[in-house]
């Protein structure tokens, strides 16, 4: 008898051109895995996560197209991946109203992208649930509802999203324990290098699609002399030195995304670029 095999799921919210870090994080694991024996795989496009963010149906539409495109760009085989937009499944909403009932306010109350929000609203002195929309503080319900509903095994995130997987677990654990064994918990696939690729503007926070500054992130869509520019632009220190640590997290994070590109850890890196200014580093 042969083993069942692994699934993986996992989605990609149409809000903006994918960059860079959903490409370390996400999709290139995501698309080795399609190329794994012993996998099956369900990839999606999550446009109702998109309505959190922008309510332009014309905008979500489009994005939705072009984030299609970038998966088969990457080399996703429509033969061997069941590929789909989100909102074509109505069972996935529907699941995620019997989650609802199962799930704690304050599992979500601790949910890291509401906390964010709630974060945000608190250093500019306004009322904590200023401009927050129910989608964000539910967000996470839905997103356990995406997974549970294909008993998915693996989930290729970025380290962004553990949390939420977490919750994910701990819903369908509840569910279980009510319902009796209904959903297989699901787990992160998280990669080693590119995890969570940093803004290269502001290296201390997460490179993402709705980054006003264009110097932030590297579109899948930028030409390469707009990819070379915005390396020359990105944020490092006065150090001089390709050196991975915490007090240089601009050059840590160039390490990073090099790493993810030529497999290399930060020791050979750190070797290969001794003596070698940012330069030739960035241009690298
Ligand atoms: N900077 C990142 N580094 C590594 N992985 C990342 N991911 C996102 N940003 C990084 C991973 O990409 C997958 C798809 O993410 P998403 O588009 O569904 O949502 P997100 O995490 O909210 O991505 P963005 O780019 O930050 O979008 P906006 O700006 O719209 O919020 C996920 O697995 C995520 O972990």
């Known amino acids: 008898m042969s083993a069942q095999p692994t699934r993986f799921l996992t989605g990609i919210t149409p809000s903006g051109t994918p960059h860079l870090g959903n490409y370390a994080g996400m999709m290139r694991p995501a698309i080795a895995a ?41 080399g996703l085989d429509p033969e061997k991946v069941t590929f789909y937009r989100q909102s074509d499944i109505p069972e996935i909403t529907e699941l995620t109203w019997f989650l609802t009932c199962v799930t704690g306010k304050g599992l979500l109350n601790r949910a890291h992208a509401y906390k964010a929000a709630q974060d945000k609203n608190h250093e500019a002195g306004r009322d904590l649930d200023d401009g927050v ?19 998915a095994d693996l989930v290729p995130v970025g380290q962004d999203q553990t949390q939420h997987l977490e919750i994910a677990r701990t819903i369908a ?3 279980n324990g009510i319902y009796g064994d209904t959903f297989t ?12 690729i940093m803004s290269l503007a502001e290296p201390t926070k997460k490179m993402s699609k709705s980054d006003t ?20 632009r990105a944020v490092t220190d006065s150090d001089g030195c390709v050196r991975a640590a ?6 840590t994070n160039l390490m990073s ?17 001794a003596g070698r200014g940012y330069g030739e580093f960035k241009l690298a």
């Open 246 to 251: 915490g007090d240089k997290p601009g050059v």
């Open 257 to 273: 995304i090099y790493s993810v590109f030529t497999g290399r850890d930060y020791a050979a890196i750190e070797k290969e670029f």
């Open 34 to 74: 399609t190329r794994t024996a012993g996998c099956e795989n369900f990839y999606f496009l999550a446009d109702y996560h998109a309505l959190i963010k922008t309510q332009d149906p014309a905008r979500i539409h489009r994005c939705t197209l072009e984030i299609a495109a970038s998966w088969l760009a990457c």
């Open 185 to 196: 918990l699901p787990a992160g696939y998280v990669p080693k290098a590119g995890a969570k």
């Open 173 to 175: 654990n509840r569910f």
């Open 133 to 151: 929309n129910a989608g964000l503080f539910m967000y996470p319900v839905l997103m356990a509802a995406d997974i549970l509903v294909y008993n």
């Open 213 to 232: 500054n264009a110097n932030a992130f590297v579109l899948m869509t930028d030409d390469k002399d707009t990819i070379v520019r915005k390396f020359k």
